[in-house]
């Protein structure tokens, strides 16, 4: 093929993949820009430091108290109450929804295509601000603190809820700079440090094999499955709490598909996750709990074998049965 096409082809594909590296480039930068500021924020609160006020960016965690078995027996993350989203005057995309998101549990949301699924997800992490004439009514709390209240910082909410895109979207460095980005940005300089944050993200994203030796390779070099683990990697690198993934197998094969969903039921273990899948037989699979919606509403929600083989409401046993969607 002569040099000439092949830099055609090189040329659309990053114009392709442009725009939605650069969103997630300056998501991350938002997010390294707040960690920084909390970092700063702990070295003056520790016992002889200049200022001993608390900060509310940071109390989206649970509080710390002494018996730590208070803070095991915490089960429920997010809590959703009387929920509505508006784009613009007309389009009512979220009705009255209420849900209860557990710790450390897989929840799953499924539905015809617009019924409202990814809309909700980006409610958990304030996504939706970044949308113009989007408008986001009832009450979201993480651990109990309203996370669209005016004090608190959606970059610091973000640096808590992590959020993996339908497409993969690796940086054009190395893998192992992508895996550095974020601790890069957070003033960590050393590299024994360093190698250690990659070793351990890249483990738990179960790509560590697959990669230990060629870690200074192009990450764009990876297959779509590949890559998709990385990006999880590259967000498990800031310690979130919760891993929100939009449709993350959708545009992988089979066997990349299953091996993302082995990964997820390995990261639950640390991790609270939402997933949004047009895939019932893969909620059926890597689900806890799973919330039907359908026209903006959540129709059902309960545990997953419950959705799947007992539903309450005729329209979610309608759907899980195909008889339409």
């Excluded at 000439?4 to 480039?25: D, M, P, Q, S």
């Excluded at 700079?177 to 994203?205: C, M, T, Y």
């Excluded at 939009?246 to 545009?251: A, V």
């Amino acid at each position: 093929m002569p040099k000439f096409t092949i830099l055609l082809i090189l040329l659309a594909l990053v114009k392709i993949g442009l725009c939605h590296i650069f969103v997630t480039y300056k998501l991350y930068s938002g997010l390294i820009k707040f960690k920084i500021l909390e970092n700063m924020r702990e070295l003056k609160n520790k016992p002889g430091g200049r200022n001993q006020s608390s900060s509310r960016l940071v109390n989206i965690t649970p509080a710390i108290v002494n018996n730590q078995n208070d803070v095991e027996d915490f089960s429920e993350c997010f809590a959703v109450e009387d929920l509505n989203l508006y784009y613009g005057t007309s389009n009512h995309a979220l009705v009255d929804i209420n849900i209860s998101i557990r710790k450390k549990c897989v929840t799953s949301f499924i539905g015809a295509s617009g019924c409202g699924k990814s809309s909700l997800l980006r409610c958990f992490n304030r996504l939706n601000d970044m949308i113009p004439e989007c408008r986001v009514e009832g009450r979201i709390t993480l651990h109990g603190t309203d996370i669209n209240d005016p004090s608190i910082d959606a970059v610091a909410l973000r640096s808590k809820v992590g959020m993996v895109f339908q497409k993969p979207n690796p940086f054009p460095k190395s893998i192992y700079d992508n895996i550095a980005f974020g601790p890069r940005l957070l003033a960590i300089k050393k590299k024994r440090i360093l190698d250690e944050i990659v070793e351990k993200s890249l483990i738990s994203a179960g790509l560590w094999k697959e990669t230990k030796d060629r870690l200074q390779r192009n990450a764009l070099e990876l297959s779509g499955g590949q890559q998709q683990r990385l990006v999880i990697a590259r967000a498990i690198a800031l310690d979130p709490e919760v891993l929100l993934l939009d449709e993350p197998t959708s545009s992988l094969d089979p066997i990349s598909t299953l091996t993302i969903e082995q990964l997820i039921s390995e990261l639950k273990k640390e991790f609270t996750i939402i997933i949004v899948t047009h895939n019932m037989q893969q909620a059926a699979r890597v689900s806890d709990f799973t919330g039907f919606m359908h026209m903006g509403a959540l129709v059902e929600m309960n545990s997953t074998d419950v959705i799947f083989t007992n539903p309450r409401e005729r329209k979610t046993e309608d759907y899980v049965t195909g008889r339409y969607g």
